[in-house]
């Protein structure tokens, strides 16, 4: 449905010692209330304080240089939004209006928190959405008239177009000719594809050459990385065509905080599809719940009047999900990601050959104190057992105690 809106890898061998050198502040610190009011953006190290003067379209390859030292969520989240609203601001400049271009509303929760995540953000701005369309709707005839005459009440001087965040550039081919159809509609207009990875497999040969098409020589075009893999290989793919480090949009939402106790000790995030790394499970010790899972098509979401009500629904039922555990274990990027900006302690598990969980995090949260990676099942269990002992005080206690004494009948 399109709608117009106004408004306004590291081995698991050393997570002990790794949890022991990263905890350099108190259990009690990382999940006081204060951390949700303080400013982090004072810097005492010289180099990280002329880092925070300057504008960051100048330094498109520099972005994270403090992201990955910051030790608490609060501090990251902050950080991490501060560089997104840097970059923005110079990009966009003063023009008002924006359309926000192929939001997510499929069941892969990350998506539409991405879309929920730049939807905030650019309300913060003070910024207009004065279009919006679904992924898969947007060059659907009925709507690219609805669109075209929304934009035929602005030049180019005053429409910005943004394109969603994600993990789909080149890996999934059909998404790229979407993006496609909508920049040959707005040739000399600012573009901004906003934060997204590059996945490389086997079958991306014939996606590559498409894309370098695709995305090259477009000089109106910039085009985020969230990751330095990602960032490398635009490098040598795309020309003609301004290339930044960015984080991911879904840090647009803020510190979250939990709604609902846990009903497990740990919740699993596993993911089923071609990303996974496929690892084995481990055996699960009996005086520990947890329930193993994938948030794609295994938990449903609400559906809304809207497009973007959707997406904003699809996005904080994931977050629901990664409430339901005292601490997550995920193999998804976004289980990552959201379990940070809600505090949970968390365990990620890497990807091999893909990568694409290690690379993020060495940009923007090498330095979480509540967070291990690992890169198989058996290390990611004892690290979310440990993660459960050194937090233990501080975090919610299992809500129905007696839940997992019955099965279905």
């Known amino acids: 449905m399109m709608s117009l809106i106004h408004h306004n890898a590291q081995s698991g061998t050393s997570f002990f010692s790794q949890l022991q050198q990263k905890m350099n502040v108190s259990v009690c610190r990382s999940f006081s209330p204060s951390n949700y009011m303080r400013d982090y953006s004072v ?22 240089m403090r992201a990955k030292k910051l030790t608490t969520h609060a501090e990251i989240i902050q950080e991490s939004r501060r560089v997104l609203i840097n970059l923005l ?58 669109e075209k005459s929304i934009s035929d009440n602005f030049t180019k001087d005053n429409l910005v177009i943004l394109m969603q965040g994600g993990g789909n550039v080149i890996g999934y081919q059909s998404i790229d000719q979407i993006r496609s159809l909508i920049m040959d509609r707005y040739p000399e207009h600012r573009k901004i594809l906003l934060s997204q990875s590059i996945w490389l497999n086997k079958n991306s040969n014939n996606s590559l050459i498409s894309a370098r098409i695709i995305y090259s020589n477009r000089t109106n075009l910039t085009m985020f990385l969230r990751d330095r893999q990602s960032l490398e290989i635009a490098k040598q793919s795309f020309q003609g065509v301004k290339l930044i480090l960015a984080p991911d949009m879904a840090f647009g939402l803020g510190a979250l905080p939990r709604q609902m106790p846990p009903m497990y000790d740990i919740i699993w995030l596993r993911r089923k599809d071609e990303e996974s790394a496929k690892y084995a ?30 997406s904003f629904l699809i996005a904080f039922s994931g977050i629901n999900f990664l409430q339901r555990g005292r601490v997550v274990v995920t193999d998804r990027l976004h289980g990552h990601i959201l379990s940070t900006l809600l505090n949970i302690p968390h365990v990620l598990i890497d990807n091999p050959p893909f990568y694409k969980l ?18 198989n099942g058996t290390n990611a269990l004892d690290a979310a057992i440990k993660l459960l002992s050194i937090y233990d005080r501080v975090l919610p206690p299992v809500g129905p105690i007696d839940m997992n004494r019955f099965t279905k009948l």
């Open 281 to 310: 499970m481990p055996k699960v010790q009996n005086n520990v719940s947890i329930h193993i899972s994938d948030w794609l098509n295994e938990w449903s979401s609400n559906v809304g009047t809207r497009d973007m009500e959707t």
């Open 358 to 375: 290690s690379s993020f995090h060495q940009s923007w949260t090498y330095s979480l104190s509540n967070s291990v990676i690992i890169n």
């Open 43 to 64: 810097e005492e190290d010289p180099k990280l304080a002329e880092f925070l003067t300057w504008r960051l379209v100048d330094h498109p390859y520099e972005t994270d």
């Open 89 to 146: 601001t110079d990009l966009i400049g003063p023009i008002q209006n924006v359309m926000l271009l192929e939001i997510a509303t499929y069941s892969n929760k990350g998506d539409p928190a991405i879309a929920a995540g730049e939807v905030m953000l650019l309300r913060e701005m003070n910024k207009t959405i004065v279009y919006y369309c679904e992924t898969h709707s947007c060059n659907k005839k009925k709507n690219m008239l609805l």
